[in-house]
C-alpha cells in the first residue's frame, strides 16, 4: 500500500498501571493561600504575573438535575512551585483579581481539558482567557489519546500516582469556606498540572 505511513500513537498509562506508582505528594495545606483581604488578592496578582506561568483549574458546584447549566466556576486556583492560590469569586476583589490575572497575556495558564472551564468563566464573568496552554494538546501532538487527563499524566511524565477523590470532586465547591481536602484537591489539580509543564519542558518538548 503507497502512501506516507501513520505516525504511531502512543498509549497513556491505564489508572491499573499508575495505582502501581509511588503517590505524588503534592502542597500541603501550610502552601495553600486563600485571599479574603484587597491587599492579599494584590499580594497574590503580583505574585503570579511576575512567575510568568502558574498551574491551573477551577472547580464548580456540581450540577444533578439533567439539562441544568453550572453557575460555575465556584473555585480558580493557580499554582506556583511552592504554593498554591485558591480565589473564590463571591469574595471582594476577586473580580478584579480574576480580570488581572486570567486576561494577561504575560502569566500563561497551564492545565488540562481547559476547554469547558474558558466557556464557564466566559459565561459567568464575561473574560476571554488569554496564554493558556492546554496540556492536553500538547500530548495529542506528541502522539497521545485525545484526552490523556492530568493522572495519566503525571505517571507518564513523574512515574507517580496522582489520585482524585470523587468524593471531593463532586462536593460543594460554593461554600464559603472549603474545608481542608477541597483547599487540597483544588491546589494540587493545579500544581501537578505544572509540574507535568516543568517535565515536558526538560525533555524538550514543543508546549506551544
Known amino acids: 500500500m503507497s ?6 500513537r502512543l498509549s497513556a498509562p491505564s489508572k491499573d498501571e499508575t495505582a502501581l506508582l509511588p503517590p505524588f505528594e503534592g502542597l500541603g495545606l501550610a502552601q495553600i493561600v486563600v485571599p479574603r483581604t484587597a491587599a492579599q488578592f494584590e499580594a497574590a496578582v503580583d505574585e503570579l ?8 483549574d477551577t472547580e464548580a458546584k456540581p450540577t444533578f438535575a439533567a439539562g441544568q447549566a453550572s453557575e ?26 480574576l480580570t488581572r490575572l486570567l486576561e494577561a497575556e504575560s502569566l500563561t495558564k497551564v492545565g488540562f481539558g481547559l476547554q469547558s472551564d474558558r466557556s464557564q468563566i466566559q459565561a459567568r464573568f464575561g473574560l476571554t482567557m488569554r496564554a493558556v496552554l492546554d496540556l492536553d494538546g500538547v500530548f495529542r501532538r506528541l502522539g497521545y489519546p485525545k484526552s490523556i487527563g492530568v493522572r495519566a499524566a503525571v505517571g507518564l511524565m513523574l512515574g507517580l500516582r496522582f489520585h482524585k477523590s470523587k468524593k471531593t470532586t463532586t462536593s460543594n465547591w460554593a461554600l464559603p469556606r472549603l474545608g481542608e481536602r477541597q483547599l487540597l484537591y483544588a491546589a494540587n489539580d493545579a500544581y501537578a498540572a505544572l509540574m507535568v509543564y516543568r517535565a515536558l519542558q526538560r525533555d524538550g518538548a514543543a508546549l506551544r
Open 49 to 56: 504575573l511576575a512567575s510568568g506561568v502558574a498551574g491551573f
Open 72 to 97: 460555575g466556576p465556584h473555585v480558580l486556583q493557580f499554582a506556583l512551585a511552592d504554593k498554591a492560590f485558591i480565589i473564590q469569586p463571591q469574595r471582594e476583589g476577586a473580580t478584579a483579581a
Open 3 to 8: 502512501g506516507e505511513p501513520q505516525a504511531r
